[in-house]
């Protein structure tokens, strides 16, 4: 069967109707960045049902504009923590903390493909106020003093659970007395050696025990909660994401657009100030110790998907990539090889993420470097032929890791044509 074939058959099968389950059994709900490069692969066969995903996401959006990491749209007992561990008391049931917000630079990026533009800006029109509240929300509760940056609050927030980025903040994290049992759902659907460690895991639940005792209240959380760092991911997706927003302000008339460039200033300096020089590359920032956290991770190379680097930068990213290619046989290992801390085949302290090729590549193609992203985007063609649709893969095998029938790979190989 062709990867294209391919791609849309898993998609469909992980339908659950007018949302996309990540894959059966490990991940059976709608998560928040999943839904969005879900909708980019459904785009190509089926555009009615690429709008419906977000439509379907923001039926978990809160009040207050946050806009969740899982919408537990109907109940499934094989992921853990499920809905009555979080408590959150939404309808539909929700977690309580965010992910990546690629929203608004995905729904640009289909109003600008779509065949079908009567549809696509109806729907687009009707989502820009729902995603404005939920940036608004970035601003308000994440960024309260304006420093330009938000603070996050729980490594599953960057997407990048594992990355050896978070492991000394999240080491600090006290292991809560009182943390109810539990039983972890994953390591039953996957090889544990590709997973996270159960002292990490103790630690997402603890972190998850002082959000309910702040009452989910993000101000308290700025002062309470023991892990607060700054997330490349979450930053730089947020800054493209703020740029595509006044661009669909401005087209459909909205007149945020001031606003917006308010926000936009400010975290295009910041974003900057992350540079290493001596490294050649973006770091992560710990907001507790107020110090670079000083391990190079895929989100190292993300400034250039938000648009922030200057040419000079960029072509330090180029050197730095080439020398992380001398290391590995498949680009882009989500931790820099060469640290201690890369394990290739444990999540997200080293594998390649399909997801992640895709922004790298795309910030070194607008930079001018097409031969890094033609480089990235064979590399992901490669490990797909060579091992389907994986969740993420082997850096130096191309071994197919964690969960199989993947949504976020296969949608990549309809929309990247991988
Ligand atoms: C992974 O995260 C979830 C928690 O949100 C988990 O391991 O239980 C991450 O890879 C995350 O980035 C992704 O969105 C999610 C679903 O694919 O799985």
Redesign the pocket.
């Known amino acids: 069967m062709s990867l294209e074939r391919e791609a849309i058959r898993i998609l469909r099968a992980n339908d659950r109707g007018g949302f996309t389950i990540?894959t059966a059994g490990l991940?059976p709900f709608q998560?928040?960045?999943?839904a969005g490069f879900s909708a980019l692969g459904w785009m190509k066969f089926d555009e009615a049902r690429a709008w419906q995903e977000f439509e379907r996401l923001f039926e978990g959006q809160w009040a207050n504009g946050m806009l969740p990491?899982?919408v537990f749209h109907r109940p499934e007992a094989t992921?853990f923590p499920g809905p009555d561990r979080w408590g959150t008391r939404h309808t539909p049931p929700t977690s309580g903390i965010t992910?990546p917000p690629v929203v608004a630079s995905f729904v640009r990026m289909m109003l600008e493909q779509a065949e079908d533009q009567t549809l696509a800006q109806t729907k687009a029109r009707a989502l820009y106020p729902k995603i404005l509240a939920y940036h608004r929300w970035f601003k308000r509760e994440r960024d309260p003093a304006n420093t330009g940056l938000t603070n996050t609050f729980h490594p599953?927030e960057t997407?990048?659970?594992n990355s050896p980025a978070w492991d000394e903040a999240l080491a600090r994290v006290p292991v809560d007395p009182t943390l109810p049992p539990y039983t972890r759902r994953?390591t039953s659907h996957v090889d544990p050696s590709q997973r996270p460690h159960q002292a990490e895991y103790d630690r997402y639940l603890s972190l998850l025990e002082v959000y309910k005792r702040c009452d989910y209240d993000q101000l308290r959380l700025h002062r309470e909660c023991p892990f607060r760092v700054v997330s490349l991911i979450i930053d730089c997706v947020l800054h493209r994401a703020n740029r595509d927003l006044a661009w669909l302000s401005a087209r459909f008339g909205f007149g945020d657009e001031t606003e917006i460039a308010g926000w936009l200033e400010a975290s295009q300096g910041a974003i900057e100030a992350l540079w290493d020089e001596e490294a050649g590359l973006y770091y992560n920032y710990d907001r507790v110790q107020d110090a670079p956290i000083r391990v190079g991770t895929s989100a190292s190379f993300l400034p250039l998907y938000a648009g922030t680097s200057s040419p000079q930068r960029a072509h330090r990213l180029v050197r730095t990539l080439e020398s992380w290619a001398e290391q590995v046989r498949y680009l882009v290992p989500s931790t820099d090889p060469g640290h201690p801390s890369y394990e290739p085949q444990r999540?997200?302290r080293g594998p390649v993420w399909a997801i992640m090729n895709y922004l790298i590549a795309q910030g070194f193609a607008e930079y001018g470097y097409p031969e890094a992203a033609e480089r990235i985007h064979q590399d992901t063609l490669k490990l797909a032929e060579l091992s389907g649709f994986s969740?993420y893969y082997h850096p130096t095998t191309g071994a197919g890791l964690g969960g199989g029938e993947f949504s976020?790979t296969a949608a990549m190989a309809l929309w990247w044509e991988v």
């Open positions: 990540p991940y998560w928040l960045w999943d990491h899982i992921y992910q599953w997407g990048a659970d994953d999540y997200w969740e976020w």
